[in-house]
Each structure stands twice: as structure tokens, then as C-alpha cells.
Nanobody
């Protein structure tokens, strides 16, 4: 499985962005998918996850502003980010858990910069 993230950019506070992550390869083996982010000088943190069905979870810092979804036909993971804040500035990474070994696969990051 390979993951490619895109959709980052530079926006002003309060604006929106939608990140996408296209999966290729043995996509039928993908289980949970997630978005992580890493700000300069900080550890990578989990932003949101979605099961192969519709079960989702969010970090407290993004609840009510971000929405994760996935299209299992097109094999694309999305992260709709509304009401962006400067503290959302980070490199965003998509991540997938692949059956049967449940190993993790990372996509390359996409930069999101929010100016105040």
C-alpha cells in the first residue's frame, strides 16, 4: 500500500482547506486510516481516525472544526478543515493500518500554514 497526501497550502485564520490522501496498491487490505500532524519543534500528534466503516475519532483540539471521511471506492481519505487557526499550522500526514499484519504505512506530508 502506498499513500499520497495533497491539498495543503497557505490560508488565513478562519478559512478552510480539504486535505486528500490517495491510496494505491492492495487497498482492500487497509483497515483504519488516520491523519497526523507535526508542528515545528513538536512531536507528531494524532488528529483524527476513521475505521473501514464510519467510526471516527478526533483530537480535542480539532473537534467541531475538522471532519474526516473516506471514499472506499476511490480509495481516498479526506480531512475537511474549517475554522483554521494559526496553531493548526503543521505538516499533515496520512496513515493507514494494513491487514493482516496490522503494520502502519505513512504517506508523505503536506504543509498547512495558517496565518493570523
Amino acid at each position: 500500500v502506498q499513500l499520497q497526501a495533497f491539498g495543503g497550502g497557505l490560508v488565513q485564520a478562519g478559512e478552510s482547506l480539504r486535505l486528500s490522501c490517495a491510496a494505491s496498491g492492495s487497498t482492500s487490505s487497509i483497515s483504519v486510516m488516520s491523519w497526523y500532524r507535526q508542528a515545528p519543534g513538536k512531536q507528531r500528534e494524532l488528529v483524527s481516525s476513521i475505521s473501514s466503516g464510519v467510526i471516527t475519532s478526533y483530537a480535542d483540539s480539532v473537534k467541531g472544526r475538522f471532519t474526516i471521511s473516506r471514499d472506499n471506492v476511490k480509495n481516498i481519505l479526506y480531512l475537511q478543515m474549517n475554522g483554521l487557526k494559526p496553531e493548526d499550522t503543521a505538516v499533515y500526514y496520512c496513515y493507514a493500518v494494513v491487514r493482516p499484519s496490522y503494520r502502519g504505512v505513512w504517506g508523505q506530508g503536506t504543509q498547512v500554514t495558517v496565518s493570523s
